[in-house]
């Protein structure tokens, strides 16, 4: 059984994918206004959803938290689904 939290970063992992294949796709496609507008839609929901999600539960990179921040937050491996 997954955690918000879990299934939190599944969601944002899946929007950092969408992300990606969109700005693939733009590199070669850049006059597609609808990719464009996509593009930006994802963008603003995973900018939303990543703010919610490091204001809950600590910044996801040592980029966007403090070194204190990033340290306390739990690693991987101290999760609940790894231990099982």
């Not at 700005?23 to 496609?29: A, C, K, P, R």
């Not at 990719?35 to 490091?54: C, G, L, N, S, V």
């Not at 996801?60 to 990033?70: D, E, I, N, V």
Request: proline share 5%; hydrophobic share 35%; glycine share 4%.
């Amino acid at each position: 059984m997954l955690t918000e939290r879990s299934k939190s970063l599944q969601c944002l992992s899946s929007l950092q994918f969408i992300l990606w294949e969109l700005h693939l796709y733009l590199d070669t496609h850049p006059d597609d206004c609808e990719a464009m507008a996509r593009h930006k839609k994802y963008t603003e929901e995973y900018t939303a959803m990543r703010a919610d999600f490091e204001e809950k539960y600590g910044p996801l990179s040592a980029a966007t938290g403090s070194g204190c921040a990033w340290l306390a937050n739990p690693w991987p491996w101290d999760t609940e689904e790894c231990v099982k």
